[in-house]
């Protein structure tokens, strides 16, 4: 496989791997269908429920730094972050989804460790329910298989480098 082509269909994870994710508690009806989502699809790819941490903060303002700790304990191959801001319930939407957003970046550069965005940003309450489908769209499936994609690649540049 080339440097950095890592598809989908080509994810290849160590058995002793461990993923974390962080899910907020706002909006946890929807968010608790992202974290089965992504549950269930790192699970389907061959990780054991041992080696997925799952842990809660009370909105996503509060993800980033857990985030941070998470990476700075050099544990996890990957970290998935999970939340939902929808504009219509809060006047400082662009606040938390803007600074959530730059906080999950920021940790990934500064850590190395794929912090994957797992936030849903939407006008309205229908639309995130549309993006949190436990039978269809799921952000949640997306960002496990974003994780198992991006360590996959992360491994074969370790191990050519
Ligand atoms: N947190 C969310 O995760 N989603 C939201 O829609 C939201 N709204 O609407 O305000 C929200 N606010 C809480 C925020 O994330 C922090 O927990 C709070 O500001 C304390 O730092």
Redesign the pocket.
């Known amino acids: 496989m080339k440097l950095g082509s890592a598809e989908h269909g080509d994810i290849q994870i160590d058995a002793h791997a461990k993923f974390a994710i962080v899910a ?1 508690r ?2 946890s009806e929807i ?1 608790n269908n992202l974290l089965q989502g992504a549950l269930s699809t790192l699970q389907d790819h061959g990780v054991s429920a041992a080696n997925i941490d799952v842990l809660k ?6 993800l980033p730094v857990l985030a941070q700790h998470l990476a700075d304990s050099n544990k996890y191959a990957a970290i998935i972050t999970l ?4 504009r219509g ?2 006047p ?2 662009d606040y ?1 989804a803007g600074e ?1 957003a730059r906080g999950v970046m920021e940790v990934s550069l500064n850590s190395g460790v794929p912090v994957i965005f797992g ?1 849903l940003t939407t006008d309205t309450p229908a639309q995130a329910r549309a993006r949190a489908d436990l039978e269809g769209d799921n952000k949640g499936v997306d960002c496990a298989l974003c994780a198992l994609e991006m360590t996959t690649t992360i491994k074969h540049i370790q191990a050519e480098l």
């Open positions: 907020a706002f909006n968010v903060v009370p909105g996503a303002f509060e939340g939902c801001v929808i319930d809060t400082h939407f938390v959530c936030v």
